[in-house]
């Protein structure tokens, strides 16, 4: 969803799986922000990846599917982070759940803060 690295400001260079951002220092805790996307897997692409399956190795068809599942869910979180005022997530974390055969939900959540520079600070 290009919609989304658009609408939001919060660059992806602003995120931490830690709980500070290196060089900043949080003044604002907005609390949690997230981002859901649950997803099926398509009849052909099921078959392809079944296909792969019996060569071994990766399963680039899932592979490709469950990037692009994390990174709509990322993206949502920063345009979650942006309406809420933020300009940071630190505490990054993804989850995913079977909902139901062939359907899965992928959450990415975290902490949205407002985060000043240390140079800023000093002056």
Known sequence: MDYLKQ??????EMTSTTFDIPGYQV?????VV???VVRSRSMFGTLG???QTVRGGNISMFTELAERAREQAFDTMLMQADMAGGNAVIGVRYDANEMMQG???VLCYGTAVVVESNDRLLE
């Open 27 to 31: 003044v604002q805790s907005l609390g």
């Open 49 to 51: 990846a079944m296909l």
């Open 7 to 12: 609408a939001a400001s919060v660059p992806h």
């Open 34 to 36: 997230r981002g859901v």
């Open 103 to 105: 359907v899965t939900e």
